[in-house]
């Protein structure tokens, strides 16, 4: 999917907030200020792709401010949180009666998770909030592929599941276990550097996921979304090897659209922004479950 007018507003907004965490310095702020500025002018265009473009964003902020992981700090937080809650959120899934029934719970737990992301204009969630968002995520549930997802999950055998956010990554547990009982190996890629606040190697660790997953690796990258020219070698086979690969997030929805797809997505996210929503044609603040073939 393409840049729209409104994500303009988002880039210099997630910019600020993102500045203001880098780095207590008056004029390395400014200056990460003004060179955001200057790419958007000359970088913001119809062809643009939203992910691409807050790559090159976060990558110009980390540069002139020296921090190379301006979110620690929030991500920390955000996986002490998720473990916290995530008894409550396991026993969802696991009052299913059958095994059609948990993965499609585990699908939405993963998928409630995907709102830990901060920093974007209108979207605002509180942890306190997530309880009532697990117990209702079936009615916010606005494209429902769960039922093919799972018919092409039950055919597999290796699966590669790419994460998005750290905290959210505590809940994608919940369906990899799942993935696991149905007999799959599961693969699980992270981000290979520190980019928002996506789940990486550290991340992986803190949730748990290194002792669930059958392979934990990294894109190889520090790159928003699929960035398929910068991934390594591994990654790379990894993902050509799988029989289905489950996507987490707005940024892989936002570059897997720019894809000819060789084998079946499962795009797993919540429309935190109107661009995305209106790609989709839902409404904002929903969530997705979407079978690209």
Known sequence: MKVEAECAGCIVSRAVAEVME????PALRFRAMVETLRLLSRE????????????????????????????????RTSNEKALKLLPYARKIVEDGYTQQDR???ACLCAIVGNIMEFDIPGHKFTFSSLRKLFREAGKDLVIDDTHKIYELTKKANV??????????IVFDTLLVEQLKNMG?????????????????????????????????????????????????????????????????????AETLTEYKLKKPHALLFRTKCNPVADFFRVPRGKNVARLML
């Open 44 to 75: 913001f265009k119809p062809t643009a792709v939203p992910a691409d473009f807050g790559t090159k964003r976060d990558r110009l902020i980390k540069r002139i401010t020296g921090n190379n992981d301006p979110y620690k700090r929030i991500k």
């Open 22 to 25: 880098a780095t207590t310095n």
């Open 159 to 168: 699966v590669l599941y790419l994460t998005d956010n750290a905290g959210e």
């Open 184 to 252: 799959l190996t599961v693969i699980v890629g992270v981000k290979g550097g520190p980019i928002i606040n996506d789940a990486t190697l550290e991340d992986a660790e803190a949730s748990g996921m290194s002792k669930i997953a059958d392979k934990i690796i990294t894109t190889g990258t520090d790159a928003v979304g699929l960035a398929l020219k910068e991934f390594s070698k591994e990654f790379l086979d990894a993902y050509d090897s799988v029989d289905l690969v489950f996507a987490k997030g707005m940024g892989y």
């Open 103 to 105: 993965f499609k719970r």
